[in-house]
């Protein structure tokens, strides 16, 4: 799903792994992990391993959100899907410094509803 400002993409250890791992370094806190029951990554290894364990999961569906030159700097799901109650929710929002903030952080959030209405 491509916007202006960003693009969504269902998300890829293999691809995006190296992006996210470096966007998400400069948060030197370590604030961006604060409401999610995993990270900071101390290393690539440990993170890419959780990657390939949530990608391509069906709920929570991961994105990873790739700026305007194609670097992936964040990662949003959709997750608890209920399709027979009308219920869905965003969740797992882990946006480095890179993309806090940002238009495209906006962007993202509207694409993701686009996709589900």
Same mark, same amino acid.
């Given at each position: 799903?491509?916007?202006?400002?960003?693009? *969504?993409?269902? *998300?890829?250890?293999?691809?995006?792994?190296?992006?996210?791992?470096?966007?998400?370094?400069?948060?030197?806190?370590?604030?961006?992990?604060?409401?999610?029951?995993?990270?900071?990554?101390?290393?690539?290894?440990?993170?890419?391993?959780w990657?390939?364990?949530?990608?391509?999961?069906e709920?929570?569906?991961?994105?990873?959100?790739?700026?305007?030159?194609?670097?992936?700097?964040?990662?949003?799901?959709?997750?608890?899907?209920?399709?027979?109650?009308?219920?869905?929710?965003?969740?797992?929002?882990?946006?480095?410094?890179?993309?806090?903030a940002?238009?495209?952080?906006?962007?993202?959030?509207?694409? *993701?509803?686009?996709?589900?209405?």
């Amino acid at each position: 799903m491509g916007g202006h400002w960003c693009r *969504l993409e269902p *998300l890829d250890a293999a691809r995006h792994a190296d992006d996210l791992y470096r966007a998400n370094s400069a948060d030197k806190q370590g604030q961006m992990w604060t409401y999610l029951p995993y990270g900071p990554f101390d290393s690539l290894a440990p993170y890419r391993a959780w990657l390939e364990e949530v990608a391509g999961r069906e709920d929570p569906m991961f994105f990873a959100i790739l700026d305007e030159h194609g670097q992936a700097v964040g990662v949003a799901a959709l997750q608890r899907i209920d399709p027979a109650a009308g219920a869905i929710e965003v969740g797992h929002l882990a946006f480095s410094p890179a993309l806090q903030a940002t238009t495209a952080a906006t962007e993202a959030m509207v694409l *993701l509803m686009r996709m589900i209405f």
